[in-house]
């Protein structure tokens, strides 16, 4: 798979690798899209419980990384089920740039900014794992590191080009 001007490319030896597979294992299309599902969704099972591990989120948080843009960003849990994330363009929290969304659904734990979801895979006290699922090619893992401190680790990649970007965040004062 390539990627030119932020469009998807499948090489025609893929396409046909993928075609001979779902003709083969799948005898219609409601069979290979389950298959397809299936494949991308974490199998650990949560609950409430575990969402409340992440607490720690919750404020408003200031990220540097070298050579990246700062970000800002504000957690919130909505109920005991989401946490809303309003992301900001400034320091001040006043010029909202976008937002997602963690939530638990049905024994699972998704993430959503834009059109892209990431699926939890782990959930401990001091932090998430997340793997993508829909719109999506990067992992996600965010850390605590002490209450008013956290890292924001993503990793992206094609044919073995790893990309990691680490974000260090720390709390602002409400």
Do not use: C
């Amino acid at each position: 798979m390539m990627r030119f001007n932020g469009v998807m490319r499948f090489s025609a030896r893929a396409l046909a690798i993928a075609a001979i597979a779902g003709a083969t294992l799948f005898s219609g299309r409601a069979g290979a899209q389950a298959q397809i599902s299936r494949r991308a969704e974490p199998k650990t099972p949560f609950s409430v419980s575990d969402l409340a591990k992440l607490k720690w989120l919750e404020g408003s948080w200031a990220g540097t990384s070298v050579g990246e843009r700062p970000m800002y960003a504000r957690y919130h849990f909505a109920n005991d089920s989401t946490i809303d994330i309003t992301y900001y363009g400034d320091s001040t929290f006043t010029r909202q740039s976008g937002g997602g969304r963690v939530y638990l659904s049905v024994g699972r734990v998704y993430y959503t900014f834009g059109p892209g979801r990431w699926g939890a895979s782990h959930i401990a006290d001091d932090g998430i794992f997340l793997v993508p699922q829909v719109s999506a090619q990067n992992t996600f893992g965010w850390k605590q590191e002490s209450p008013d401190s956290w890292t924001s680790t993503m990793r992206s990649g094609v044919s073995g080009h790893d990309r990691v970007i680490v974000y260090q965040m720390r709390r602002i004062s409400p």
